[in-house]
């Protein structure tokens, strides 16, 4: 499940709220720039996990909060400051990175809800769930996700995506490891 964070603002930081409580594992780190609609994490609450995701309007770079130190994974409550984000700080790094890279995407991505290894088909002889120029619709397959030998299908939904988007690449490659947060498809709006 994908659940939005909440955002409130202090002194010209964005402050990003947790949306439920649980445990808080897969952060991101201190100087890390965050983009709305990025993963920033998982909470587990009684074995049901929710990768919580940043809106759309939030982005900098992340200059505090909860879980410093990212080796061992964080009880939050409801409400909790997960992060601090710097928008000036990560709007300068976004506008380098957009300088230096003249191929870049076009800002609309499907993340990965979590780490684990990509896979495009859902077998070795079968097609892919979806090509380059493809269409997608809500509910669509996009591929599946490997974690601890367990799939799990991911699908075309979650905060800032429109109802119909085209394929423009497939990031990773069939079987690539990929982090949460990861674009695994760029997109345009249909």
Known sequence: ??????????????????????????????????LGGQSIGVVELLGRRQTLILPE??????????????RRDLPIDYGA?????????GGAALAGEAAGDAGAAPGLGYPSPSSGRFWRRPSPGDPPLIEEGQLLEKGHPVGLLEVMKTFTRLTYEGPGLPDRA??????????????AGDILVDLEPA
């Open 1 to 34: 499940m994908i659940v939005q964070c909440k955002i409130a603002t202090r002194e010209g930081r964005l402050i990003v709220l947790s949306p439920a409580l649980g445990i808080w594992s897969q952060r991101p780190a201190v100087g890390q720039v965050v």
């Open 57 to 70: 309007r939030a982005h900098g770079a992340i200059v505090g909060g909860l879980g410093e130190d990212r």
């Open 81 to 89: 400051e997960l992060l601090h984000l710097d928008p000036e700080v």
């Open 166 to 179: 085209r394929v423009i690449r497939i990031v990773p490659a069939d079987g690539e490891d990929v982090d």
